[in-house]
């Protein structure tokens, strides 16, 4: 599942990944930030919508750590309400 964050500078998204070795089964909520060559794929995508996504890891000269997608497979598109 997909959530969706928009800003000027770029665009990240959130996937909600199940933990099938958790206790509880829990969720857990990954944020993946887009490359400018998905930008225009994310039109497609609403919150709730179901990806697959081949992603690396970014590590920058701060020690800061992004996961940065390098494509995205469209698995379920959820429509909003307003467009059915």
């Known amino acids: ?3 969706i964050k928009d800003s000027d500078k770029e665009k990240i998204i959130t996937l909600s990944v199940s933990n099938p070795h958790a206790q509880d089964n829990e969720t ?13 794929s994310i039109e497609y995508v ?14 920058d ?6 996961i940065v997608a390098e494509k995205m497979t469209f698995i379920n ?3 909003d309400e307003d467009d059915e």
């Open 1 to 3: 599942m997909v959530s």
């Open 28 to 40: 857990e909520l990954i944020p993946i930030h887009l490359g400018n060559g998905l930008l225009k």
């Open 46 to 59: 609403n919150t709730g919508s179901t990806l697959g996504v081949k992603a690396r890891i970014h590590i």
């Open 61 to 66: 000269d701060n020690g800061k750590v992004k």
């Open 77 to 79: 598109t959820k429509r």
